[in-house]
């Protein structure tokens, strides 16, 4: 009984003693970032979820984290942006371990890891392009990248569609321009299979090849008379020719029956180009009515709207948005907006209100430019608080009326979708 007290007690031990030793590491244990010795000033667009203390990240390791967030002194005179048209508005500090080297030519970006969708700051080491020198960052200001890998795929899947869609209107353009042109292609090429069909037919009938070894043969006849041994060879090798262009008459006609069923497969499958072509220019069949039709427009905008705003959403909320409790509110709120319109009556009112709300901050705005116009100092109108605040009423009135227009060409596209 003594020795499996025992046995049970050390058994109770070892597994305390793990339990503490793993409390101990996730606590206590941090990846080492580095004495901190190093400055860096990075300008971002957006820093979303990026906070003091976020780490710094160089090819993956930790080597520093953000000390310090500001708002940078007239961006918006500065006129600094990013790839995606947006100003530079922050300056973030880092301080880094003072052994890494930074390069101008090195990336810095901002990258989400992590089930829960974590942020944290990177900065990729990149070959310099070619005619750029790279140059080691002192105290240089650096500018970042405002997206991730997430955000740019979704960024070039959207520049795609919008290059696919002029592409193909391109085409459309290009073919109606030069209708009268193909159709006047594709008869020409019917006539010229035709025509050839005639002249096989015509020496088919007149019996050609049975003519020339008929002439042949009297040659050879004419050249018996000749005593010259040389001649009567070659007029025997004539002969031979002959002959043999007789045996194979009749291969020649099966091959002129095969010429003309190739024509007249050619001309029925360039008359069936020309109805296909027909029928989708009156919108006929499953492409002509998808080119043709309408709606074709509002469906294109639908889907690309639909891609805005989920690039939108994750620019602004991160992968998890919809786990986001500022987006389901907002998120709600539209939705309440958008199911209170039931009929073209209550759109129609909807949208006028909208209209009298963007006309009342125009004019407000309006009131401000023309006092600044016949004011001395500008500056400190356009820095006044009364204007920023009636511009970003603007904004947001703006904002919110294209979001229920995109979300009510939405419902629209999926309830004909529906039917």
């Keep these: 009984m003594k020795a499996e007290q025992l046995k049970s007690i ?3 031990f070892f ?4 339990c503490s030793l793993i409390i101990w590491m996730l606590l206590f244990l941090h990846p080492s970032l580095g004495d901190g ?13 990026i906070n003091i203390g976020t780490r710094v990240n160089f090819a993956g390791k930790p080597i520093g984290q953000v000390t310090e967030i500001t708002t940078v002194k007239n961006a918006r005179q500065i006129g600094k942006v990013d790839e995606l048209d947006q100003i530079y508005i922050y300056q973030l500090t880092f301080h880094i371990d003072s052994k890494v080297k930074i390069y101008t030519t090195d990336e810095i970006t901002i990258q989400t890891s992590g089930l829960l969708g974590e942020k944290s700051i990177a900065i990729i080491p990149e070959i310099p392009k070619p005619g750029e020198t790279p140059a080691l960052v002192t105290d240089q200001i650096l500018y970042a990248k405002s997206y991730g ?8 899947i959207e520049q795609l569609g919008i290059k696919l869609g002029k592409t193909v209107d391109e085409m459309l353009d290009i073919l109606e321009e030069n209708r009268d042109n193909i159709d006047g292609a594709i008869a020409g090429i019917r006539n010229t299979f035709q025509n050839a069909g005639d002249i096989f037919a015509e020496a ?9 070894s008929h002439v042949l043969d009297n040659m050879t006849q004419i050249t018996d008379g000749i005593s010259q041994e040389n001649v009567t060879t070659i007029v025997n090798n004539m002969a031979t020719v002959s002959q043999t262009l007789g045996n194979a008459s009749e291969d020649i006609q099966d091959t002129i029956r095969n010429a003309r069923s190739m024509t007249r497969e ?3 499958t360039f008359a069936n180009l020309s109805d ?6 009156q919108g006929k069949g499953s492409i002509g009515k998808l080119l043709e039709s309408d709606d074709f427009y509002l469906r294109v905008i639908s889907i690309m709207s639909k891609i805005d705003t989920l690039m939108n959403d994750v620019n602004h909320y991160g992968v998890l948005f919809n786990l986001n409790k500022e987006w389901q509110r907002t998120r709600t709120k539209r939705f309440e907006e958008l199911k209170s319109i039931q009929n073209p009556k209550e759109f129609k009112a909807y949208l006028n209100q909208e209209v009298d709300s963007i006309t009342v901050a125009l004019a407000r705005i309006s009131v401000l430019l023309d006092k600044a116009k016949t004011s001395q100092d500008k500056e400190s109108i356009f820095r006044s608080e009364m204007f920023q605040k009636d511009f970003r009423y603007l ?7 294209e979001d229920i227009l995109k979300m009510y060409n939405q419902n629209l596209q999926d309830a004909k979708n529906c039917q």
Excluded: H, M, P, Y
Excluded at 15 to 18: D, E, R
């Design 10 to 12: 050390l058994i109770g």
């Design 15 to 18: 597994i305390i003693a793990s």
């Design 149 to 156: 890998q997430i955000e740019s795929i979704l960024f070039q």
């Design 266 to 268: 050619g001309q029925e």
């Design 204 to 212: 088919k009938q007149e019996q050609i090849v049975a003519q020339t």
């Design 276 to 281: 296909i072509t027909d029928n989708i220019k």
């Design 395 to 401: 904004l947001d009135v703006v904002d919110d009326f």
């Design 37 to 49: 010795k190093q400055v860096l000033r990075v300008r971002f667009s957006d820093v979303n979820q």
